[in-house]
């Protein structure tokens, strides 16, 4: 196991993709999981994803609640070991506006939550936490990964999962 363990930030889409069972994605998502419940890797998030990632989509379609759901949102959270959970603060405020108004001078668009994503990972890197890489499922936000200062990807092991 390398010294410091490989910093990665998730975006929201992830969580949302792991709680929807995303049968092509889940593998990835959970081998991510636990190589960072051994703290082999560190995972990251800003703490709007636990407000984007309310409900699944089998709720959202029959508009029902599920508490099955409902707990395996919370066990996201629930171990800051395996998940940390960013604070939302003045400083990413400033850098997720800017990120937006650049966006609108290259003639692109910039959703406010995947700004505040964006720059939470950027703030990560500014205060030493070194995040290399920010996963994602949204192929739009690769295009910002100079100014986030890592690599915009989607998830992935180097090993595939065992079955």
Known sequence: MPDTPKAIYWDSC??????????????VLEALLETSARGEIELYTSTISQVEVAFGASE?????LDPDVEHSIDSLWADPKTVTVVEFHPHIVQAARGMMRYAIAQGWSLKPMDAIHLATAQWLRSVGVGVEEFHTY??????Y??????????????QPPLL
Do not use: A, K, W
């Open 14 to 27: 992830n969580f949302l993709s792991y709680v929807n069972e995303m049968p092509e994605r889940v593998p």
């Open 60 to 64: 959202q379609q029959q508009r029902v």
């Open 145 to 158: 990964g100079d100014i986030v200062g890592c690599q915009i990807r989607e998830p992935y092991t180097r």
């Open 138 to 143: 949204d192929g739009r936000l690769h295009r």
